[in-house]
T-cell receptor, first 117, second 113 residues
Framework: DVKVTQSSRYLVKRTGEKVFLECVQD?????MFWYRQDPGLGLRLIYF???????EKGDIPEGYSVSREKKERFSLILESASTNQTSMYLC????????????????FGDGTRLSIL | GNSVTQMEGPVTLSEEAFLTINCTYTATGYPSLFWYVQYPGEGLQLLLK?????DKGSNKGFEATYRKETTSFHLEKGSVQVSDSAVYFCALRANTGGFKTIFGAGTRLFVKA
């Protein structure tokens, strides 16, 4: 089974701090994703990476950056944390779409519940 | 663009009741369709999938059929259990234009004993 591991389940940080959220997957997946999940807003894509050192902005990249130096690890960085970044953060990985078939599901970690005070 | 619409919750049912959660989609081409489930305090897990028209995905007593003519992928279960209480997400992944998965807003299900 695919294992996606997020480094922390709960994290409390202060406004203005630089925050690192780490995600590691063990199945050699090319694609990795960071989402945030907020009540009433569903999952929103922050950034994704389709291969090592490659990254693409998602729907809400402002205030975030990412790093993918190794295939198995995808880090989300909050450059200067603000209270509106208090949320549940979910990391996911997947194989790329197969040719003309997009049938690869995403595999999720358990999430990091981040509170910014 | 691609989108997924699913019924708003919460849905509250008694144990052994029949469950339907509606999901419709808009997409170009031939997307793959998924249902994910999120139990309290956890990430999302793949529940079932279907990759082409008329495919039926099934798992743990849940079923959904890929209906291209109605652009729908409704989730059903004949007899729900308390342990099925969770949030259910319908999703699609297109076969053109990139790597994203588009998720619905999620439907929370409560099952009472």
């Amino acid at each position: 089974d695919v294992k996606v591991t997020q480094s922390s389940r709960y994290l409390v940080k202060r406004t203005g701090e630089k925050v690192f959220l780490e995600c590691v997957q063990d199945m050699d997946h090319e694609n990795m994703f960071w989402y945030r999940q907020d009540p009433g807003l569903g999952l929103r894509l922050i950034y994704f990476s389709y291969d090592v050192k490659m990254k693409e902005k998602g729907d809400i990249p402002e205030g975030y950056s990412v790093s993918r130096e190794k295939k198995e690890r995808f880090s989300l960085i909050l450059e200067s944390a603000s209270t509106n970044q208090t949320s549940m953060y979910l990391c996911a990985s997947s194989l790329p779409p197969l040719g003309t078939g997009g049938n690869q599901p995403q595999h999720f970690g358990d999430g990091t519940r981040l509170s910014i005070l | 663009g691609n989108s997924v619409t699913q019924m708003e919750g919460p849905v509250t049912l008694s144990e052994e009741a029949f469950l339907t959660i509606n999901c419709t989609y808009t997409a170009t081409g031939y997307p793959s369709l998924f249902w994910y489930v999120q139990y309290p305090g956890e990430g999302l897990q793949l529940l079932l999938k279907a990759t082409k028209a008329d495919d039926k995905g099934s798992n743990k007593g849940f079923e959904a059929t890929y209906r291209k003519e109605t652009t729908s992928f409704h989730l059903e279960k004949g007899s729900v259990q308390v342990s099925d209480s969770a949030v259910y997400f319908c999703a699609l992944r297109a076969n053109t234009g990139g790597f994203k998965t588009i998720f619905g807003a999620g439907t929370r299900l409560f099952v009472k004993a």
